[in-house]
């Protein structure tokens, strides 16, 4: 219903591909790699459904055939919503699922109906205009009351306006057909709802290719755990495609290729035996020990999205869950109960044992909003009130999180992680709340194991009193990510400083170091969990700076491990002490390439480290 | 016709799952029944038009049941209410 203003894709190279139609142009776009992988395969557009709606009278004659038109699209709806709750029910679990209930009794809401069958019957209007004008009017009702929790359910309406006008269109997108072919469909479109990519066959399914979004939204991060390849971000990419074209999608490199000419495909075949060749090698090396030649040995643990994930965490070879983000159990629905999140982390925990699992507790706001829980329209969220700062505010919340948590912990191998601590003061009042959580439980009867605590290291307040820090922790825990943008007050989202954000900036270095040598004083370990941990070169400087541990999506584990078992711990400590005495991460980056580059090429890990880039 | 006036006492008020169990009871009874809820008065039977009251916890809501079953669904919606709609209560 809203039309986005959409910038142009960056245009790497464009030249016709030897063909005469105007159409089949060869065309490279790059994006954001937002779940590694390689795909080829045919176009299946994806409308996005946003169909242009106009407003026309019909005579008298037309009033029956628009009514059946209707009353059908409400029937096929009813089946498609009953089809997707079904295949969600065995995915995520019947709580998750109920919304599609929901959906189908907002669907047969009398208001809805009547007053749309009223509008074909008494105002003579296309049932397509009907539902435009009956249901538009209560998305902008539910959009006018101002709470999150209103804002989620005005998008559920705006999704069931979409598959009742897609129901309506004669030679609408009918996703079945894309799967006629031996080909698995490269679905494209503007944006996709999680609902959408919920409700597909992942095997049918080659890649999704998408104007909008980045590693880190909802899709991308569903995607990634069920091993679909995803390029995001492109921005118009669903405006230059048609249908049956051939699309090549690099999601570990963040590229599509539409129209791909005899070069292109040789290359994506070379590459993609070589990704297949390097994955069967990794495989066998999976259960090696991340150890240095010289005897140094790095834990390596996987971050997972999904509860679900734990399962597979193990077969690439992590010995622990280094992050769960516990925030995505508050995505999917109103806060959860205590039981349905004590159910998750149980599975997690479970699974795991005994390898440590560290659950971060719930780190709402920024760019992460939750219904229920985060205000809307701070003026700078990423400084607002987020993070721990909502925790200690909504007690109920909080205690609930960790109620969960103690109760889920029968292993005892659980480690808490508090994000965005700022001070002593958060410390304090976070563990006053985890020991008065856990008499309540004992009181109540249960038995309950004490739990690991240990603080994010993301602000660089928290640099600044590590040494305090460390006395009254079990754990370090470096997020890369918000600590350069603090450190280098670089926002990353925004695309005039990206090449600001240097994660080799010898401040944000130096941040690392100060952190682990106060931490190793105390006798804390250090981990790091942010997009750091799985570059190759930044896992070099982190393990050179001391870090002892390193968590990263499971796909890197395998070949992070590769890294550390060709390299010296000793050499490498060296290297960090000579770089943390650079000017500029430029310098940096180049001293690194100069002397790792070669090694790391040499070690068959390209298709799942992205490209080492000359500096 | 009977007007029962009830507590919201789950932690989350109603949203749209409780919006969903109040249209269960309401929507396949004879009655005519409404909400009404900080001086705006809607038909019970519709979920979106409970839903955009937009009823937080520990609200009193009034409902005005008129028909033949009108006992029986009063009743029911006592015992919703009385049940946090199987929630946590507040």
Redesign the interface.
Known sequence: MTTSTKKPAKRVSSSSGGSTEKKSVRTVLVGVPASPGLAMGRVFPVVNREVSVVEESIPESRVATEEQLFLKAVTKTTKELAKIKEISESRTGVQDS??F??HV??LH????NNGVMKMIKEEHKTARWAVHVVLGA?IE??ES?A?A??QD?AM?LRDLYNRLMAAMEDSGPVLENAFASEESAILVAHEFLPSFLMALNPEHVGGLVMDTGGRTSHVAILARSLQIPVVSGLRNVAAMVTKGDTIIVDGTGGMVIINPNEDDIRRFRERQEVFERQRQELFTMRQLEPMTRDGKYIVLHANIELPTEADKVMDFGATGIGLYRSEFLFFKK??P??EEQQEAYQHILETMAPNPVTIRTLDAGGDKLVS?ITAMDEANPFMGWRSIRVCLDKEDVFCDQLKALLLANTKGNLRILLPMVSGMGELHKAKECIRKCREELIEQGHDVAEARVGVMIEVPAAVMIVEKLAKEVDFFSIGTNDLIQFTLAVDRTNELITDMFQPHHPAVLSMIYQTVVAAHKEGVRVSVCGEMSADPMSVLLLVGLGVDELSMTPWSVMATKKIIRSINFEDLHDTALTVLQMDDAESINEYMHKKYAQTIMELGISSFVGQIEKK | MIVKTLTVTNKLGIHARPAGMIVDITGPAKSDISIVFDGSKANAKSILNVMMLAIPSGSEVRFEVDGDDEEQVVAQLEQLFHDNFNEEAC
């Open positions: 109920m919304i209930s929901t009794m907002i809401d009398p208001g809805l209560y009702k539910f009351i709470s929790q209103m359910k559920d109103d806060v109960s205590c229920g």
